[in-house]
Protein backbone atom coordinates (compact mmCIF):
# COMPACT_ATOMS: atom_id res chain seq x y z
CA UNK A 1 0.00 0.00 0.00
CA UNK A 2 1.26 3.19 -0.79
CA UNK A 3 1.77 6.11 1.69
CA UNK A 4 0.04 9.21 1.17
CA UNK A 5 2.17 12.02 -0.30
CA UNK A 6 3.21 14.75 2.01
CA UNK A 7 2.13 17.88 0.95
CA UNK A 8 5.24 20.57 1.19
CA UNK A 9 4.53 24.25 1.30
CA UNK A 10 6.82 25.60 -1.27
CA UNK A 11 7.21 28.96 0.47
CA UNK A 12 7.92 27.82 3.90
CA UNK A 13 10.34 25.16 2.63
CA UNK A 14 12.05 28.27 1.11
CA UNK A 15 11.85 30.21 4.17
CA UNK A 16 13.61 27.87 5.78
CA UNK A 17 16.44 27.01 3.22
CA UNK A 18 17.08 30.66 3.29
CA UNK A 19 17.29 30.90 7.74
CA UNK A 20 19.35 27.75 6.88
CA UNK A 21 21.80 29.38 4.59
CA UNK A 22 23.26 31.65 7.52
CA UNK A 23 25.13 31.46 10.62
CA UNK A 24 22.58 30.67 13.86
CA UNK A 25 22.70 34.35 14.89
CA UNK A 26 21.88 35.50 11.62
CA UNK A 27 19.22 33.47 11.30
CA UNK A 28 17.83 34.46 14.59
CA UNK A 29 17.59 38.04 14.02
CA UNK A 30 16.34 37.52 10.14
CA UNK A 31 13.32 35.31 12.23
CA UNK A 32 12.58 38.05 14.46
CA UNK A 33 12.70 40.78 11.89
CA UNK A 34 9.99 38.38 10.07
CA UNK A 35 7.99 38.02 13.10
CA UNK A 36 7.73 41.26 13.87
CA UNK A 37 6.79 42.01 10.27
CA UNK A 38 4.28 39.98 10.55
CA UNK A 39 3.02 40.89 13.65
CA UNK A 40 2.68 44.44 12.39
CA UNK A 41 0.59 43.12 9.32
CA UNK A 42 -1.53 41.04 11.26
CA UNK A 43 -2.24 42.18 14.66
CA UNK A 44 -2.66 39.80 17.17
CA UNK A 45 -1.65 36.51 15.34
CA UNK A 46 0.30 34.01 16.32
CA UNK A 47 1.38 33.14 12.28
CA UNK A 48 5.06 31.97 12.37
CA UNK A 49 7.60 33.79 9.48
CA UNK A 50 7.09 29.77 7.40
CA UNK A 51 3.21 30.22 7.57
CA UNK A 52 3.40 32.97 5.77
CA UNK A 53 2.56 33.23 1.46
CA UNK A 54 5.70 35.45 1.01
CA UNK A 55 5.02 35.27 -2.92
CA UNK A 56 2.15 38.41 -1.88
CA UNK A 57 4.30 40.43 -0.70
CA UNK A 58 5.02 43.34 -3.03
CA UNK A 59 6.17 46.92 -3.52
CA UNK A 60 2.86 48.52 -1.94
CA UNK A 61 2.95 46.31 0.99
CA UNK A 62 6.59 46.88 2.13
CA UNK A 63 5.99 50.49 1.60
CA UNK A 64 2.75 49.89 4.12
CA UNK A 65 4.55 48.37 6.18
CA UNK A 66 8.05 50.55 6.44
CA UNK A 67 5.04 53.79 7.26
CA UNK A 68 3.26 51.46 9.75
CA UNK A 69 6.77 50.29 11.78
CA UNK A 70 8.02 53.92 11.57
CA UNK A 71 5.34 54.97 13.75
CA UNK A 72 7.14 52.47 16.59
CA UNK A 73 10.51 51.36 16.27
CA UNK A 74 13.55 53.00 15.46
CA UNK A 75 14.85 53.56 11.88
CA UNK A 76 17.35 50.79 12.44
CA UNK A 77 14.89 48.39 13.72
CA UNK A 78 12.78 49.27 10.60
CA UNK A 79 15.64 48.80 8.08
CA UNK A 80 16.39 45.34 9.02
CA UNK A 81 13.14 44.40 8.74
CA UNK A 82 12.84 45.62 5.45
CA UNK A 83 16.66 43.85 5.16
CA UNK A 84 15.42 40.28 5.64
CA UNK A 85 12.56 40.42 3.65
CA UNK A 86 14.39 41.58 0.75
CA UNK A 87 17.01 39.12 1.26
CA UNK A 88 14.17 36.16 1.44
CA UNK A 89 12.79 37.77 -1.49
CA UNK A 90 15.80 36.69 -3.23
CA UNK A 91 15.82 33.30 -2.15
CA UNK A 92 12.18 33.17 -3.50
CA UNK A 93 13.29 34.22 -6.64
CA UNK A 94 15.91 31.69 -7.00
CA UNK A 95 13.52 29.04 -5.96
CA UNK A 96 11.14 30.34 -9.03
CA UNK A 97 8.56 31.48 -6.59
CA UNK A 98 8.07 34.91 -7.55
CA UNK A 99 9.85 37.14 -10.60
CA UNK A 100 12.38 39.06 -11.37
CA UNK A 101 9.98 42.34 -11.45
CA UNK A 102 8.27 41.01 -7.93
CA UNK A 103 12.27 41.19 -6.49
CA UNK A 104 12.95 44.75 -8.34
CA UNK A 105 9.68 46.49 -6.96
CA UNK A 106 10.80 45.08 -3.24
CA UNK A 107 14.21 46.60 -3.87
CA UNK A 108 12.81 50.10 -4.94
CA UNK A 109 10.80 50.80 -1.52
CA UNK A 110 13.63 53.26 -0.06
CA UNK A 111 14.83 52.84 3.70
CA UNK A 112 14.19 55.03 6.44
CA UNK A 113 16.91 57.83 6.86
CA UNK A 114 18.75 57.15 9.67
CA UNK A 115 18.34 59.66 12.82
CA UNK A 116 21.05 62.05 13.49
CA UNK A 117 23.07 60.41 16.44
CA UNK A 118 23.93 64.14 19.07
CA UNK A 119 27.41 64.25 20.05
CA UNK A 120 27.78 63.06 23.58
CA UNK A 121 28.98 65.49 26.10
CA UNK A 122 31.33 64.28 29.12
CA UNK A 123 30.25 65.64 32.66
CA UNK A 124 32.63 68.07 34.02
CA UNK A 125 34.61 66.92 37.58
CA UNK A 126 32.10 69.51 38.67
CA UNK A 127 29.14 67.97 37.11
CA UNK A 128 30.16 64.13 38.49
CA UNK A 129 30.08 65.89 42.29
CA UNK A 130 26.60 67.35 41.68
CA UNK A 131 25.33 63.64 40.43
CA UNK A 132 26.70 61.42 43.18
CA UNK A 133 25.61 64.09 45.94
CA UNK A 134 22.11 64.41 44.33
CA UNK A 135 22.54 60.22 44.81
CA UNK A 136 23.75 60.82 48.89
CA UNK A 137 20.97 63.50 49.51
CA UNK A 138 17.96 61.72 47.68
CA UNK A 139 19.84 58.52 50.08
CA UNK A 140 19.73 55.98 47.32
CA UNK A 141 20.73 52.28 48.02
CA UNK A 142 24.38 51.74 48.62
CA UNK A 143 24.30 49.57 45.30
CA UNK A 144 22.90 52.07 42.93
CA UNK A 145 25.31 54.82 44.00
CA UNK A 146 28.34 52.33 43.74
CA UNK A 147 26.96 52.17 39.58
CA UNK A 148 26.48 55.52 39.14
CA UNK A 149 29.74 55.72 40.60
CA UNK A 150 31.39 53.14 38.40
CA UNK A 151 29.85 54.72 35.18
CA UNK A 152 31.28 58.10 36.00
CA UNK A 153 34.66 56.88 36.60
CA UNK A 154 35.20 54.35 33.63
CA UNK A 155 32.96 56.03 31.25
CA UNK A 156 30.21 52.86 30.94
CA UNK A 157 28.01 52.86 28.61
CA UNK A 158 24.68 52.16 29.49
CA UNK A 159 24.22 48.99 27.48
CA UNK A 160 27.49 47.69 29.26
CA UNK A 161 26.05 48.86 32.55
CA UNK A 162 23.40 46.21 32.07
CA UNK A 163 25.41 43.57 31.27
CA UNK A 164 27.83 43.78 34.49
CA UNK A 165 24.96 43.55 36.45
CA UNK A 166 23.12 41.02 34.93
CA UNK A 167 25.98 38.87 33.96
CA UNK A 168 28.74 39.69 36.20
CA UNK A 169 30.58 36.11 34.80
CA UNK A 170 31.20 37.93 31.67
CA UNK A 171 33.20 40.63 33.36
CA UNK A 172 36.99 40.59 34.92
CA UNK A 173 38.40 42.81 36.96
CA UNK A 174 42.56 42.89 37.27
CA UNK A 175 44.89 45.32 38.15
CA UNK A 176 47.81 47.14 36.07
CA UNK A 177 50.15 50.03 36.45
CA UNK A 178 49.93 52.97 34.28
CA UNK A 179 53.55 54.61 34.81
CA UNK A 180 54.18 53.55 38.38
CA UNK A 181 50.59 54.13 39.48
CA UNK A 182 48.52 50.98 40.35
CA UNK A 183 44.66 51.12 39.19
CA UNK A 184 41.98 48.66 38.40
CA UNK A 185 41.25 47.48 34.68
CA UNK A 186 37.14 46.26 34.11
CA UNK A 187 37.48 44.15 31.60
CA UNK A 188 33.67 44.53 29.88
CA UNK A 189 31.77 43.61 26.59
CA UNK A 190 30.84 46.36 24.52
CA UNK A 191 28.95 47.59 21.64
CA UNK A 192 28.90 45.22 19.20
CA UNK A 193 30.61 42.29 21.51
CA UNK A 194 33.72 43.73 21.62
CA UNK A 195 35.70 43.56 24.64
CA UNK A 196 36.65 46.90 25.92
CA UNK A 197 39.35 47.46 28.79
CA UNK A 198 38.09 50.21 31.24
CA UNK A 199 40.62 52.11 33.45
CA UNK A 200 39.58 53.17 36.89
CA UNK A 201 40.70 56.16 38.40
CA UNK A 202 41.33 55.93 42.29
CA UNK A 203 41.82 52.80 42.82
Known sequence: MALP??????VGASVERWLA????????????????AVRMMIQGSNVIASDV???RFD???LSRLRERMAT????????RTMAAIRSLAQRLRRDRLIDGDQLAA??????LPRTRVHARVALSPAEQRLVLNACATMRAPIFHQAIVALMLAGGLRSDETIRLVNDRAGVS????????????????IGKGRKQRAIYLRGY
Open 173 to 188: IRTTEVGEVPVAVLDV
Open 5 to 10: EVYVNP
Open 106 to 111: LNSVKT
Open 59 to 61: DAM
Open 21 to 36: SYPPRTAETYRESLLL
Open 53 to 55: DWT
Open 72 to 79: QYAPNTVN
